[in-house]
């Protein structure tokens, strides 16, 4: 068995894109994920190690110290960071030339050939599920039988066929076992979520047929395939015995709500572990299913509502409406339930009315929190597709290069990229500067101190972000490394 390094490689400052993240730019307030997909490779593979350079803040010289120790390294990639990245891998390389090196993520999954031919240095690339290409990569197997592979050989580059996604979730191993071993959880933050945490699937896939959605379109499909009951609760009462400081336990699955009876399941079997958790939901999920879960002891929901404007509502094939978003903000403030709402700007068909729309939306609906983000459209996706077929594509990177910080490369007719990208900072001021949510901030700050000193420390980085975020994109490009 090769000793194996799965690595999330140093980015962007405060990225919140890495090997667990769904969001794939610089964040408003620190976020770390946990490298969930890395971890499930390193169960599989007795002399691994998980290292997860951004939140240790692991400098790429320091991880290249890493190389000699290992006979094969596997690096998270995404779009944003793909140029970062193959500057680590050449650093690895330089350190342990006999190192076999190679990436997986959504970004070389769908581009495979391009990806290995702008990095010379790279010997392969695990495509969509990485799990048991992995596997067997560590296992020596030889590289023209392992299925999802593509590699370079003889000076040339080949294309295995693709491996069938994994049907027997319950055969994986549990990841957090491997946080355990690897990592700091105290290191991991998400903002909506009660420090310190834990999050893990209980399935993969998505049904939906979001047209923007990156994750079901690139890497995991759009059927969701799902953990068995028991499998879940196992894991869940391992967590409570590995990190009982956690105060949170996060369902990280693309909507953990998809399928309804299944959600109401797990929800009666967490209830005798009694134990707060948070997980994913679609504005269509039932009340019968909200109250079981809330019983179960759910906390929080995060919902895409995504935006305000029915037709593009429709455009992007959310497959929900606007009355079942309100319906469900209603049931979930009746059930005690709080809400952090995603919402996108620059979607297709938006205008500078449908925007206004989406704010107006927002502050009705009045979740506990928002995420407001540039639509962005990557390769792979429907929505990429759209915008070069129609001419709306511009030329600049999705971020920028020196930065992270999101870029908006959509430019419609009558709604220019320049509008967009000023939208996120206007959206955010609206909903969070109103009256009423300022009065039931103070008031939570009020009763408890933990939140106080959450709600200042977020409000202290988002303005500070807004800020610098102003700033770079108004520095030239040729300067664009003054910015932080």
Known sequence: MKRT????????????????????????????????WLCYSAGLIPESRVVDAPPENLTVSQ??????????????????????DLATVSQLKAKNPNLQVGMVGPQVSILAQESLAAGPQLDFVARREFDYTVTELAQGRPWGEIQGLSYRADGRIHHNP???????????????????????????????????YVSFYTGRGCPGHCVYCLWPQTFTGRRFRMRSVANVVAEVRRSLELFPQAAEIFFDDDTFTADGERARQ????????????SATARANTSYETLKAMKEGGLRLL????????????????KGVTLDLGRRLAKWCRELGIQIHGTFMVGLPGETKESIEASIRFACELDPDTIQVSLATPYPGTEFYDFCRDQGFLQDDALVNGATGFQQCVVDYPGLAAADIFQALPR????FYFRPRYMARAAMVM????????????????????????????QTPVAEANRCP
Not at 266 to 277: A, G, I, Q, T, Y
């Open 5 to 36: 390094l799965l690595l999330n490689p140093p980015s962007f400052q405060d990225f919140d894109g890495g090997a667990g993240s769904r969001y794939q730019a610089t964040r408003e307030v620190t976020s770390f994920w946990y490298p969930t």
């Open 63 to 84: 991880v290249a110290d890493l190389a000699p120790d290992f006979d094969l390294a596997v690096l998270f990639t995404s779009q944003p960071s793909f140029t970062h």
């Open 162 to 196: 693709d491996r069938p996604l994994i049907e027997d979730l319950d055969g994986l191993p549990m990841v957090t076992e491997i946080y355990h071993r690897d990592l700091t959880m105290e290191h991991y933050v998400i903002p909506y979520l009660r420090y310190p």
């Open 266 to 277: 797990l929800s009666r079997e967490f209830r005798p572990l009694k134990f707060v958790w």
């Open 302 to 317: 995060v919902v895409g509502f995504e935006t305000g404007d029915p037709q593009v509502l429709k455009n992007i094939r």
């Open 427 to 430: 959206f955010y001021r609206r």
């Open 446 to 473: 009020l009763r408890d101190p933990v939140e106080r000193r959450r709600l200042l420390k977020e409000g202290r980085q988002f303005l500070s972000f807004m800020f610098k975020r102003r700033q770079c994109q």
